[in-house]
């Protein structure tokens, strides 16, 4: 069966604007009529793709206000107002079927602490992430001796929203420590709005990746 990706890859699949590339390939892992709760997701592109395309029972935390109010807008209603850094105490042990964090994790404070409730909320985590590690950062700082600027991070140091950048190998290394374990590794190269899953050298060659997670002591 094609998937998103191979649509989006041959240019059948119109991406929704606002929709990034690599959020696609989190629409294909996610099975139809899942209760998916997306963490920090911003205003709504990524909850609106799964409820047409997947049929999800979507929910979301945000902290923005122009963010919910835009989650509203496109007919994402189920969207709570949050601190992620302060955790998931609304949530019951096992309750969600999938927890998203897509390019949410590198401007927590707290880390460790969301991974750790995701682990106890979520039967399954899919976890979307910059790769700090990617050959262009590693040039930049190298060669030029300056913070990198790169189409996935391209804030100046001085004005970015992320304080917790990592890479695909400490991320591994990270979920352990969470209690996660990885499913699935699925490294992306983004260029030009389109991805494509990297199998060689991943931690120099991608500059995404999404991980597909379950907690060690998930229920169900």
Not at 43 to 69: F, P
Not at 105 to 123: D, K, M, S, Y
Not at 171 to 198: D, Y
């Amino acid at each position: 069966m094609a998937t998103l990706l191979d649509d989006f890859r041959s240019g059948q699949w119109s991406r929704p604007p606002g929709l990034a590339p690599q959020h696609h390939v989190i629409v294909d892992l996610i099975p139809d009529g899942s209760r998916v709760l997306d963490l920090g997701c911003g205003e709504g592109d990524l909850l609106r793709a799964l409820m047409d395309l997947k049929n999800v029972r979507a929910e979301g935390i945000e902290i923005s206000d122009d963010c919910i109010q835009a989650c509203v807008a496109k007919g994402v209603p189920n969207v709570n107002q949050g601190n992620l850094d302060e955790g998931l105490a609304d949530y019951e042990d096992g309750s969600i079927d999938y927890v998203i964090l897509a390019d949410t994790i590198q401007v927590l404070h707290r880390p460790l602490q969301l991974l750790q409730e995701i682990a106890r909320v979520g039967r399954s985590c899919i976890a979307g992430l910059p790769n700090f590690a990617h050959w262009r950062a590693r040039w930049q700082l190298a060669v030029g001796g300056r913070m990198p600027k790169t189409p996935t991070l391209p804030y100046e140091w001085y004005d970015t929203p992320n304080i917790h950048l990592t890479t695909i190998k400490d991320f591994r290394a990270f979920c352990g420590v969470a209690g996660l374990e990885i499913l699935r590794e699925i490294p992306l190269r983004t260029v030009g709005g389109r991805c494509h899953e990297v199998r060689f050298l991943p931690n120099l060659l991608a500059d995404q990746a999404v991980f597909v997670l379950k907690g060690t002591k998930a229920t169900g």
